[in-house]
């Protein structure tokens, strides 16, 4: 499969071009960034979502058999840069995979989308998830795309265990990035998992036994 990675030198994106390696093409806003994608084994393409075109973005992915959101503001931006990358970027994505023909969309967002940020949170937060919420309503209202949206807990970066728990509704928790990166391979390798959000912590489930599932 060729899988297109938008974000391709986060954290996530970078372990999840690891077990693709030929076959993903990240995409990188910074060329400095272009050799970390390329010691996995991945491909990589400059292309900073803020600024390029539909057509320009449909070109890359034209012929992939999917494309995965995995970009990101990143810690230290603005609430401005939440809503560009996070909403923006994603919808972009969106679109020039509807224009070139890919069918399958895979978003990582964030648990906490899709309900009103804490009260206690920062406006930076709120922005955030406000974004990420945007993003995902967006998503929703496409018939041209078999999308998936994966909602992570905490982030961590311990290793792996390859047990989780993914379902529509979890209690909040920690989760490898190692563990979400194989979870979108799995569900890369499972359609029946189209039009579904799914949040994924720790848990007692085998990965492996992920892939293929309706």
Known sequence: MRIIIAGGHGKIALRLAERLRSGAVGLVRNPAHVADVEATGAEAVVCDLEKASVDEVAEIVRGADAVVFAAGAGPGSGAARKDTVDRAASV???????????????????????????????????????????????????????????????????????????????????????????????????????????????????????????
């Not at 406000?130 to 309503?137: F, I, L, M, R, V």
């Not at 799995?186 to 489930?205: F, K, M, Q």
């Open 92 to 214: 972009l994505l969106a679109d020039a995979a509807e224009r070139a023909g890919v069918g399958r969309f895979i978003q990582i967002s964030s648990m906490g989308a899709g309900k009103p940020p804490a009260p206690d949170r920062d406006e930076v937060w709120a922005a955030y998830i406000d974004a990420k919420t945007a993003a995902e309503e967006d998503l929703r209202r496409r018939d041209g795309l078999a999308w998936t949206i994966l909602r992570p807990g905490r982030l961590t970066d311990e290793p792996g265990t390859g047990l989780v728990l993914l379902a529509p509704e979890v209690p909040p928790g920690p989760v490898p990035r190692d563990d979400v990166a194989e979870v979108i391979v799995a569900l890369l390798n499972s359609p029946g998992t189209a039009g579904r959000t799914l949040e994924l912590v720790s848990g007692e489930t085998p990965i492996r036994s992920l892939a293929g599932r309706e």
